[in-house]
């Protein structure tokens, strides 16, 4: 998909709910056990009116003063009857559907977010992890409304209007011919407005949404904000994209205010022309007076209706809108994915073999510069290879391809004689473990961390991992051992810290191939021998892989790759590559020159 916001234009319309169906589908029991509540309770308040008749015509009425107080009594209790079998449906319909919208709710929301972690990173090249995080709050919080409150609360009135309006039509055809004719009057404009509100309400979805995926970027960049005193600047720019929400907000409010107006105004109408028309029937004698009063209550009990129908619908065009935005990320397709037969894999034998044949490749978001190519390199099994080069030259594209992120758009990649596209995916990235160069560390405890790599290991497992990669001394000196808690992103740890936390989850996971982009780059001369240590006992007995530009940190690699805007230029030991001087040379002079 090209962009996962929409144009604020957009149309959304009530149509768009049906991409809720497959989450209700599962709970069609407790649907039908909802609707029958909801009919019942809708029953229960149409009962109402037959049984205030009765007291004003047999009970107010009655000729003996005895007949007349047992005729009350009986009647009150009949309604006293309904009311209370209209609380207790109306208490079962209530929970019932809030139980529906808070179940339907919570899954949608679990599928969008298991589906966004399957996508490949092209699709994060066109949206913003805000713009995910929106959809996953605000717009699943409005389904919500919706499937647990208004939806239902449409289906009772739909149910209620409905019947009023057969009993109405029973009791007094000639009243309700007139009082239908004011009903179409006001519900044709009605829909009118309803579009106006459906595109306003998309447009601020989309609006709220592009705020919060500033807020998002800024708050992940605090230090890069602080040190360019930039905190102004950022408020600004956040003060403009929430200035933008509130005026569309504002433009919606405005065109629902004004439905809301004329559904008031049009039932208003319709009531009173309904009262006048009986009064007229009772002066006429044509009617009794309780059958007026029931007519009254009938009537109002459909205006109720249609107002209270007004405003569901606006919340169900907003609603809409929201699903449509949740459906276009479930309707997104990740370009890479497990093939339908996946070919198996040989056995992992300690370390992998890799192979690259003659791979060219262009990211998605630059089509014309290709990334890679014609790229071919051969990786024995327990060999250790070095990539080099300037920056844009291609090392990381290798192990972008390498763990599938993306597939080459020409030639072929083999790990153990299996080409990546013919193997299930988990299997494929089962085999490699990565040392990036900014540690990714997750908002929970030191052993939690670790274990990430293999989250069944036990903790003697994970105690020997961190052993290997010199962490085990610095983590039990932490108030809590492994079971600190390291804040979110690892703030409570140094860079040397987080970077070793990140190579004892790589040895944990025990993969035959180790893939280390720039593992040492950040870090300062004492932290860099701790995590090369460290990092020397995770590349021991597997291929290795390494992304450098500090040429002192691959000296040791049994072959060094050279890289040139996607070509391999050069290879060979770190002697073979000084004696030709060329590329990899000058790299070298420059940095041991300083």
């Given at each position: 998909?090209?962009?996962?916001?929409?144009?604020?234009?957009?149309?959304a319309s009530?149509?768009a709910l049906?991409g809720?169906l497959?989450?209700?589908?599962?709970y069609r029991a407790r649907?039908?056990l909802?609707?029958l509540?909801?009919?019942l309770?809708?029953?229960?308040?149409?009962?109402?009116?037959?049984?205030l008749?009765g007291?004003?015509?047999?009970g107010?009425d009655?000729?003996?003063?005895?007949?007349q107080?047992?005729?009350?009594r009986?009647h009150?209790?009949a309604?006293?009857?309904?009311?209370?079998?209209?609380g207790?449906?109306?208490a079962a319909?209530?929970?019932m559907?809030s139980w529906l919208g808070?179940?339907?709710?919570a899954?949608?929301?679990?599928a969008?977010y298991a589906?966004?972690?399957e996508?490949?990173p092209?699709?994060f090249?066109?949206t913003?992890?805000?713009?995910?995080l929106?959809?996953?709050?605000?717009d699943?919080?409005?389904v919500?409304?919706?499937v647990?409150s208004?939806?239902?609360?449409?289906?009772?009135n739909?149910v209620?209007?409905?019947?009023?309006l057969?009993m109405?039509?029973w009791?007094?055809p000639y009243?309700m011919?007139?009082?239908l004719?004011?009903?179409v009057?006001?519900?044709l404009?009605t829909?009118?407005f309803g579009?106006?509100?459906?595109?306003?309400?998309r447009?601020?979805?989309d609006r709220?949404?592009d705020?919060s995926a500033l807020a998002a970027e800024?708050?992940?960049?605090?230090p890069v904000?602080?040190?360019h005193n930039?905190?102004?600047?950022e408020?600004?720019?956040?003060?403009d994209a929430?200035?933008?929400?509130?005026?569309?907000?504002?433009?919606r409010?405005?065109a629902?205010a004004?439905?809301?107006?004329?559904?008031?105004?049009g039932?208003?109408?319709l009531l009173?022309?309904g009262?006048?028309?009986?009064?007229?029937a009772?002066?006429a004698?044509r009617?009794t007076?309780?059958?007026?009063g029931?007519?009254v209550?009938?009537?109002?009990?459909?205006?109720?209706?249609v107002a209270?129908?007004?405003?569901v619908y606006?919340d169900?065009?907003?609603?809409a809108?929201?699903?449509?935005?949740?459906m276009?990320?479930?309707?997104?397709?990740?370009?890479v994915?497990s093939?339908a037969r996946?070919?198996?894999?040989a056995?992992?034998r300690g370390?992998s073999?890799?192979?690259?044949?003659?791979?060219t490749f262009?990211?998605p978001s630059r089509p014309?510069?290709p990334?890679?190519?014609d790229?071919s390199l051969q990786?024995e099994?327990?060999e250790?290879v070095?990539?080099?080069?300037a920056?844009g030259a291609?090392?990381s594209?290798?192990f972008?391809l390498?763990l599938?992120f993306?597939?080459p758009?020409?030639?072929r990649i083999l790990?153990?004689?299996a080409s990546?596209?013919?193997?299930?995916?988990?299997?494929?990235r089962a085999r490699?473990?990565i040392?990036?160069q900014?540690?990714?560390i997750?908002s929970?405890?030191?052993?939690?961390?670790?274990?990430?790599?293999r989250?069944?290991?036990?903790d003697?497992?994970v105690?020997d991992a961190?052993?290997a990669?010199f962490?085990?001394d610095?983590?039990t000196?932490?108030?809590e051992g492994y079971?600190?808690f390291?804040?979110?992103?690892?703030?409570?740890l140094?860079?040397?810290?987080?970077q070793?936390?990140a190579?004892?989850?790589a040895?944990?996971?025990?993969?035959?191939l180790l893939l280390l982009d720039?593992?040492?780059s950040?870090?300062d001369?004492?932290?860099?021998?701790?995590?090369?240590?460290?990092?020397?006992s995770?590349m021991?007995n597997?291929?290795?892989?390494?992304?450098?530009h500090r040429?002192?940190?691959?000296?040791k690699?049994?072959?060094?790759?050279?890289l040139?805007h996607g070509?391999i230029?050069e290879?060979?030991s770190?002697?073979?590559?000084?004696?030709?001087q060329?590329?990899?040379a000058r790299?070298?002079a420059?940095q041991?020159?300083?």
């Amino acid at each position: 998909m090209a962009s996962a916001s929409a144009p604020p234009g957009t149309k959304a319309s009530p149509r768009a709910l049906s991409g809720l169906l497959p989450f209700v589908r599962p709970y069609r029991a407790r649907i039908a056990l909802a609707g029958l509540f909801l009919v019942l309770a809708a029953t229960a308040t149409l009962l109402f009116p037959v049984a205030l008749r009765g007291l004003v015509d047999s009970g107010i009425d009655a000729v003996q003063k005895g007949e007349q107080v047992l005729a009350l009594r009986e009647h009150f209790l009949a309604l006293f009857a309904v009311a209370v079998a209209l609380g207790l449906f109306s208490a079962a319909r209530f929970y019932m559907v809030s139980w529906l919208g808070e179940r339907i709710t919570a899954d949608l929301r679990n599928a969008v977010y298991a589906h966004v972690l399957e996508q490949s990173p092209e699709f994060f090249e066109t949206t913003q992890t805000g713009e995910v995080l929106s959809r996953l709050t605000t717009d699943t919080t409005l389904v919500q409304t919706v499937v647990g409150s208004q939806l239902s609360l449409g289906l009772r009135n739909s149910v209620m209007g409905l019947g009023a309006l057969a009993m109405l039509v029973w009791t007094n055809p000639y009243v309700m011919t007139q009082v239908l004719l004011i009903l179409v009057l006001v519900v044709l404009p009605t829909m009118w407005f309803g579009r106006r509100v459906r595109r306003l309400s998309r447009a601020s979805q989309d609006r709220v949404a592009d705020s919060s995926a500033l807020a998002a970027e800024v708050l992940n960049a605090i230090p890069v904000v602080q040190s360019h005193n930039a905190e102004p600047r950022e408020a600004q720019r956040f003060r403009d994209a929430t200035q933008g929400a509130f005026e569309t907000g504002i433009r919606r409010t405005r065109a629902r205010a004004a439905l809301v107006a004329f559904i008031i105004i049009g039932n208003a109408a319709l009531l009173l022309w309904g009262l006048y028309q009986g009064t007229q029937a009772v002066i006429a004698g044509r009617i009794t007076a309780g059958h007026l009063g029931a007519t009254v209550v009938y009537v109002i009990i459909l205006a109720g209706a249609v107002a209270v129908l007004g405003e569901v619908y606006g919340d169900l065009l907003r609603a809409a809108g929201a699903t449509e935005r949740l459906m276009e990320l479930l309707e997104a397709r990740s370009p890479v994915t497990s093939p339908a037969r996946p070919q198996a894999m040989a056995p992992a034998r300690g370390a992998s073999a890799v192979r690259f044949e003659q791979v060219t490749f262009h990211y998605p978001s630059r089509p014309a510069t290709p990334a890679l190519k014609d790229f071919s390199l051969q990786v024995e099994p327990g060999e250790t290879v070095a990539l080099v080069g300037a920056s844009g030259a291609g090392k990381s594209t290798v192990f972008q391809l390498l763990l599938r992120f993306y597939d080459p758009g020409e030639g072929r990649i083999l790990i153990d004689g299996a080409s990546t596209r013919e193997v299930d995916l988990c299997a494929l990235r089962a085999r490699m473990a990565i040392v990036p160069q900014e540690a990714v560390i997750f908002s929970a405890s030191v052993l939690e961390n670790i274990r990430y790599g293999r989250p069944g290991a036990g903790d003697d497992e994970v105690v020997d991992a961190a052993r290997a990669a010199f962490a085990h001394d610095f983590i039990t000196a932490l108030p809590e051992g492994y079971g600190s808690f390291v804040g979110e992103r690892g703030v409570r740890l140094s860079g040397g810290q987080r970077q070793r936390i990140a190579i004892a989850r790589a040895i944990l996971k025990n993969p035959p191939l180790l893939l280390l982009d720039e593992a040492t780059s950040a870090l300062d001369a004492e932290s860099e021998r701790m995590v090369q240590a460290a990092l020397e006992s995770a590349m021991r007995n597997r291929s290795t892989l390494v992304i450098a530009h500090r040429l002192a940190t691959v000296q040791k690699a049994d072959r060094i790759v050279v890289l040139d805007h996607g070509r391999i230029v050069e290879q060979g030991s770190h002697d073979q590559l000084l004696a030709r001087q060329g590329i990899y040379a000058r790299l070298a002079a420059l940095q041991f020159m300083v």
